[in-house]
């Protein structure tokens, strides 16, 4: 009869399809070092408690570092019967160490065992996400510096709507990112608590210090330093919120490289001709000789999906468990990683890809006076001259159908033909139309002024740089 640790109470062997059923190993086995972190950390309090001696507890400590380089190494067996990566650790400590071995499950069950491993998890991933981040930010950045100023045209409903300087577009993507950032930051803060101890759901009767664990797994406020531990253990072997924001998180992510991706598929399209992909990041195709289709960029369109749906699984999945722990919350793990290896690959196209696609400058400065782009200028421009907005902005509806008729840009036309329509017009009105002037006649904050635009880029860059120093958070 297989190792089982209810051996106990139950008479019959479980039947291997149940074995395979029940499995989780075959997913969970990512959270190993994780398990053996919080399981050193576990050990050595009870070792400070008195529930181990010393020797016990290095003994442990030893055998669990080794078994840790065996996974590591692929040396290490997986039985299905043995279930996950909690029992499949605790087996094979009791091989190596017998009746030692058998004392580590104290004061502890595998339902705040699996809470504690998920977080101390999730803390590296949102890291690791983070970092990622950052590097998105700092690529578009570095773009600022090489084509901020080409001026692009700006779209509302893919219409061509005013001009703006492409920095400024850039400059967008890092504020949505940088929104993603202090998302992940500030769920890092509920991550950031310990369960351990909470044992099966009651808590324990045994003197254990959950405190003394959590400030060695850095659970740890950075603020304060104070250990953070769950205040309720019903609660802390039940909860799974900080997997649901964290994908939530990652899904904003997916949604803002989706737009940014879906943004770039255009631009760079026959049709649009803004921007030319590496090609070491396009495929061509089996039958047409002359493509190059900018697959990346649509599978992290498509990824999106994924995420998005991963978030979906985790909703359901708590849907109305009852209090506390239920075997549902296993199938917690998949969705979670999926989500994050998804992101992860997603923001490591990105970042080569912002780096080295490459504008072209020419072709959009030359179909730059198409669109009526400088219509907005126009109009506060007769604001400026004292005219109501309303009539201001019929007015220039007005020139611009005038324009159009005679198939030609705002700016080449003469003043005569702008002052049958709009007598308000002087000659002044020529250093606010074509799009150059246009964009150099914003001055508003946080605007495409091109100022503004260099304010922003050295408040990024200074931001960014500022980062640099030591992340000493855990
Ligand atoms: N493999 C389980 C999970 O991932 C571990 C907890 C099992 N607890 C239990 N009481 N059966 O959720």
């Not at 493509?291 to 498509?302: A, M, Q, T």
């Amino acid at each position: 009869m297989s190792w089982k640790p209810w051996a106990g109470v139950f008479t019959q062997a479980t039947d291997p399809r149940v074995e395979g059923f029940t499995e989780s190993v075959s997913f969970d086995r990512r959270l190993f070092a994780q398990d053996i972190r919080g399981s050193i950390a576990h050990a050595q309090m009870l070792a400070k408690v008195g529930l181990l001696t010393q020797q016990e507890c290095q003994q442990m400590e030893q055998a669990l570092l080794e078994i840790e380089d065996e996974i590591r190494s692929g040396r290490f067996v997986f039985r299905t019967e043995l279930e996950d990566i909690h029992m499949h650790i605790e087996r094979a400590l009791i091989d190596r160490l017998g009746d030692v071995g058998r004392k580590l499950h104290t004061a502890r069950s595998r339902n705040d065992q699996v809470a504690t491993a998920m977080r101390l998890w999730v803390r590296e991933a949102i890291d690791h996400i983070d970092a990622l981040l950052r590097q998105v930010q700092e690529a578009f950045v570095g773009r600022c510096e090489r084509d901020g100023q080409v001026i692009l045209p700006g779209y509302t409903h893919l219409r061509r709507a005013q001009p703006v300087l492409a920095a400024h577009y850039w400059l967008a993507y890092c504020e949505k990112f940088q929104r993603d950032r202090d998302r992940l930051a500030d769920c890092r803060r509920r991550v950031n608590v310990l369960p351990l101890g909470s044992a099966a759901l009651a808590g324990a009767s045994l003197p254990i210090d959950r405190h003394d664990v959590a400030r060695r797994l850095g659970f740890v406020d950075p603020q304060t330093g104070q250990a953070q531990v769950s205040a309720n253990s019903l609660d802390a072997v039940s909860d799974r919120d900080f997997l649901l924001e964290f994908v939530f998180d990652l899904s904003l992510i997916a949604e803002h490289l989706s737009t940014w991706a879906e943004e770039w598929i255009l631009w760079s399209s026959e049709e649009f001709a803004f921007l030319k992909l590496p090609e070491a990041f396009c495929t061509g195709s089996s039958i047409m000789p002359q493509k190059r289709n900018p697959d990346v960029l649509e599978l992290i369109r498509g990824k999106t999906a994924r995420v998005i749906g991963d978030l979906q699984t985790l909703l359901v999945l708590v849907k109305a468990l009852p209090l506390a722990y239920n075997r549902d919350l296993q199938e917690d793990k998949p969705p979670v990683f999926d989500a994050v290896d998804t992101v992860q690959a997603c923001l490591e196209m990105a970042i080569p890809l912002i780096i080295q696609t490459e504008l072209n400058a020419q072709t959009i400065a030359e179909r730059l006076d198409r669109g009526y782009l400088d219509a907005t200028s126009l109009m506060e421009y007769l604001i400026r001259r004292g005219l109501p907005q309303r009539t201001a902005h019929e007015r220039v509806g007005r020139l611009v159908r005038r324009a159009m008729e005679l198939g030609l840009p705002l700016a080449s036309l003469r003043l005569e033909q702008m002052q049958e329509v709009c007598p308000e017009v002087d000659q002044g009105v020529f250093q606010v139309l074509g799009a150059e002037r246009a964009v150099s006649a914003v001055q508003s904050y946080g605007s495409t002024a091109p100022a503004e635009v260099r304010r922003q880029i050295e408040s990024w860059k200074h931001r960014l740089e500022a980062e640099k120093g030591p992340p000493s958070r855990t």
